[in-house]
């Protein structure tokens, strides 16, 4: 059956736009373990529980943290039994999660749940749709990077409104039961039946050119072995500068209404900036592709986290709706560069063969970023009496960020023969 439909899909174009579809799919499913989704839960949670709001974002940060550092296993995992596999065990596994969550009678049995959505959500099926995508794109993985992140947009779409209905006419526990039967919907049909791993079994290179049989050793597909890739200055410069993207892109996320009502907007004001942000990174990220797939990739790296310096530096110069309009703007291009960055870059310096392995420790330092950047501004904003000081100050980070890969970021050695540029 799944050779049939294959045999029938090809027959209307180049397979990989399939899979891609797939995996764009994949990520509107991990919305379950997305913070735009516990967002509306928060509150009924506390409530129902008996329980402040406060320990609900504690056990949930404490949960992010902890799964972090699953992500190398299963990163190893991904190289060793393929994307597909993998997303069918996760898909699976996140439906049941979501039932544990939905049954939690206590604070801990909450921050076990809140481990596994994250670590199976935010973090293994993200994980394994983007390497997915990467092996069945090359000269175009920029633009299908940011074609499968629309799917994250999606979520951010459609996750937060339908909890909240969910909530308001079943409760919350209900909610989490619709949630995993919608995941094990959208999940398990299509990766069991269209989805494959790799194009070279199939007779195909990235991108659709024809190349007969390749179904031979591993040896055939380049990349380098996690060891080798940390032996490189390209890892820790690409790790520093996505360390930056995640930490900073979550405060603006945690902080945004919060800073911006100070500065004098009212709530609902404020609240706006969500979807105009959204709008624009969905109109920006096929822009984003295009231009990661035309530029050397260390310029395009570099012009991301300029924008991400930008994005502070703005969020402290908003005073009325026409600023945080123009915040929005440029916070909504941020996101189309860190949501499309992450399964762009590592293919792109350190090959497809381990990607996996690389992607998955890579993603645990990132995910370490995500969870400090809150408190860590938050505690400076408590000592300095307010929020513009420290989001100046953290500008410099990506500043640097951006100045050392635009002069030092280059394609390892065992990669770099016959690459245009970097």
Known sequence: ???????????????????????????????????????????????????????????????????????????????????????????????????????????????????????????????????????????????????????????????????????????????????????????????????????????LDPDGAASGPKAGPKGEIPGLTLKEALRTPTFYIVLAGMFSISMLVTVLHFYQVTVFTRAGLDAADAALVFPIAAAVMVAAMPLVGRLMDRIRTRFAFAMALCVQAGSLLMATAVGDFAGAAVFAAIFGLNNAFSMTLFGYIFPRYFGRRHLGSVQGAAQTVIVIGASLGPPLIGFAAEATGGFAGPLQVAALFPLACALVAALFLRTPAPLAEGRPGD
């Not at 973090?123 to 629309?150: E, H, I, P, Y």
């Open 1 to 203: 059956m799944r050779q049939a439909a294959f045999e029938a899909l090809s027959a209307r174009g180049f397979f990989g736009w399939w899979v891609l579809g797939a995996a764009m799919l994949g990520m509107f499913a991990s919305g379950p373990g997305q913070s735009h989704t516990f967002s509306v839960f928060v509150g009924p949670i506390s409530a129902d529980l008996g329980v402040t709001p406060a320990s609900v974002a504690t056990a949930y940060a404490a949960a992010t943290l902890v799964a972090a550092f699953g992500l190398p296993f299963a990163g190893r995992l991904t190289d060793r039994y393929g994307p597909r596999r993998m997303m069918l065990t996760v898909g699976l596994l996140l439906g049941l999660a979501c039932l544990f969550f939905g049954a939690a009678a206590n604070l801990v049995m909450l921050g076990l749940g809140f481990a596994m959505l994250r670590f199976l959500g935010q973090g293994a099926t993200m994980l394994n749709c983007s390497n997915l995508v990467s092996q069945w794109f090359d000269r175009k993985r920029g633009f299908a990077m940011s074609l499968m992140a629309l799917g994250f947009a999606g979520s951010i779409a459609v996750h937060p409104p339908l909890g909240q209905w969910l909530i308001d006419n079943y409760g919350w526990r209900f909610a989490w039961v619709v949630l995993g039967l919608l995941t094990w919907a959208l999940v398990l049909p299509v990766f069991w039946l269209i989805v494959h791993d790799k194009p070279e079994p199939l007779g």
